[in-house]
């Protein structure tokens, strides 16, 4: 779980919000308000989360198309005592799509109404689980209860999601790569993965690559 430091609310959201007779919810976001350039103000929040996150799932960090995923609610807006968090920026992360009928969900999708204990808004998320060869994500601290409860409700582990199988190929390509390039050489090599690519973009799975290089003590 990378973490995520959010940046200022988009300045067409907060003024979209001031100009309604009164206090808008989700119903009145989600209809897509058309904005002067002809995009609508979901559009707008959806881009900038894409962007803040760098293009990758808030939760397992898989890389998705621009049109996929969806604007999650990291305290469910269902819930009455989250009213005042439906439309707050800081409460809006982008989780990947829903899976096929008949498939597992994960991620934001999985979490329903509940709030994982464990956030990629928490400084130290990155810190609370390593990372297996095989693919699985683990708590870092066997009695870390709220690791272990993060990774069952947002069903990181399960092994029907194409993400599972991605994370161990990632993890063998660092080893290999590790094993074969001089140290400077690698070194070099491993932080320009981490970077944000020229596109704006993060790397998918990029704690475990972080983790596979042996970059968390």
């Known amino acids: 779980m990378k973490r995520i430091v959010k940046n200022p609310e988009p300045t067409a959201f907060a003024n979209w919000k001031t100009n309604w007779s009164h206090t808008p919810g989700w119903d009145e976001f989600d209809q897509g308000t058309k904005q002067a350039d002809g995009t609508s103000i979901k559009e707008k929040v959806k881009a900038a989360l894409i962007e803040e996150q760098g293009g990758i799932c808030c939760f397992c960090e898989k890389k998705f198309k621009r049109d996929h995923g969806h604007i999650d609610h990291l305290r469910a807006k269902s819930k009455p005592e989250n009213l005042d968090l439906v439309l707050a920026y800081n409460n809006l992360l982008y989780s990947c799509p829903e899976n096929p009928k008949g498939k597992p969900q994960t991620c934001g999708h999985a979490q329903g109404e509940e709030t994982p204990p464990i956030t ?29 409860q993060t990774i069952a409700l947002l069903n990181l582990n399960d092994e029907q999601a194409v993400f599972y199988g991605k994370r161990a190929e990632t993890y063998k390509e660092i080893m290999e790569k590790q094993k074969t390039l001089p140290p400077e050489v690698f070194k070099h090599w491993i932080t320009n993965m981490l970077k944000r690519q020229p596109d704006g973009t993060f790397k998918e799975f990029w704690t475990t690559r972080k983790y596979a290089a042996g970059l968390y003590s």
């Open 120 to 148: 990629p808004l928490d400084a130290d998320c990155e810190l609370r689980f390593i990372y297996s060869v095989s693919g699985a994500i683990l708590p870092r601290s066997r009695n870390d209860d709220e690791a272990i």
